[in-house]
């Protein structure tokens, strides 16, 4: 649910970074961690196009993001 609620918080705050794009949450078991909920955007289209979303994101003071293979 937190992921839900930060994934429309960030849709609310800067509506055009994710324009156009699919969200989905995906469990992540991080062993000793425990298990957290990530926020999935994609398809970038271009890995650089996934990064420069990232760095849109990390410009605005969201350090949680990388680029991975969808």
Do not use: F
């Amino acid at each position: 649910m937190d992921a839900l609620k930060a994934l429309a918080d960030i849709q609310q705050k800067h509506p055009g970074i994710l324009q156009g794009r699919a969200a989905d949450v995906r469990e992540a078991n991080l062993g000793d961690k425990g298990v957290w909920y990530r926020v999935v955007v994609g398809p970038p289209g271009s890995q650089e196009t996934a990064v420069s979303v990232c760095g849109e994101y990390k410009k605005l003071g969201y350090t949680g993001c990388w680029v991975s293979p969808y």
